[in-house]
């Protein structure tokens, strides 16, 4: 069936980076954008960014660019978003989702990210 | 950028009731508004696209409707596994902006 698994909680320390992964499978990864958004705890969704895994484009919010990546491995299906110079207000879980027609229609199961000293 | 507005924030009703949420976009999107369920702590779920077209496997007592700036989503009889919030997302052009979120309870 068609899935997206994320790879596991992280904590890290304030200034540090994170790497989240999310691995395709069921159908043509490169068929389909791949879209990241957050969630703080008890707080509403936030879409960060976009990434076409077939060209490797990307777009990012104005609140993340310059802190965001979004990048993929064709070979094995993965695409990956890492956010740099981590502070406490990106505490969150980080879900990737599959777009079709900026529609997201298979979520990942969300990676808990927590910032703390 | 288009900001997304919803209301109410939350509404609490009886099983059976009929339910309706609003969003509104700034600014005129056409029909390309989105909408998602969040189970409390679940995965959010796709409802609706295209404003009125269900996802598939989504039960008929939910619709959507609208285009231009104002968009409902509609539950015709509210049951206890409705209980989630409830997001609109602009989807015509980036940044894919969410609204704010309705969450809706049984009373």
């Known amino acids: 069936q068609v899935q997206l698994v994320q790879s596991g909680a992280e904590v890290k320390k304030p200034g540090a980076s994170v790497k989240v992964s999310c691995k395709a499978s069921?159908?043509?990864?490169?068929?389909?954008?791949i879209y990241w958004v957050r969630q703080a705890t008890g707080q509403g969704l936030e879409w960060m960014g976009w990434?076409?895994?077939?060209?490797?484009?990307?777009g990012y919010t104005q609140k993340f660019q310059g802190r965001v990546t979004m990048t993929r491995n064709t070979s094995i299906s993965t695409a990956y978003m890492e956010l740099s110079s981590l502070r406490s207000e990106d505490t969150a879980v980080y879900y990737c989702?599959?777009?079709?027609?900026?529609?997201?229609?298979?979520w990942g199961q969300g990676t808990t990210v927590t910032v703390s000293s | 950028d288009i900001q997304m507005t919803q209301s109410p924030s939350s509404l609490s009703a009886s099983v059976g009731d009929r339910v309706t949420i609003t969003c509104r976009a700034s600014?005129?999107?056409?029909?390309?508004l989105v909408w998602y369920q969040q189970k409390p702590g679940k995965v959010p779920k796709l409802l609706i696209y295209?404003?009125?077209t269900l996802h598939s496997g989504v039960p008929s007592r939910f619709s959507g409707s609208g285009s231009g700036t104002d968009f409902t989503l509609t539950i015709s009889s509210l049951q206890p596994e409705d209980v989630a919030i409830y997001y609109c997302?602009?989807?015509?052009?980036?940044?894919?902006?969410f609204g704010p979120g309705t969450k809706v309870d049984i009373k």
């Open positions: 989702a599959r777009s079709l027609s900026n529609t997201m229609d298979v």
């Open positions: 069921g159908y043509t990864f490169t068929s389909y954008d």
């Open positions: 990434m076409n895994p077939n060209s490797g484009n990307t």
């Open positions: 600014q005129g999107i056409s029909n390309y």
């Open positions: 295209a404003a009125s």
């Open positions: 997302q602009k989807c015509n052009s980036a940044p894919f902006t």
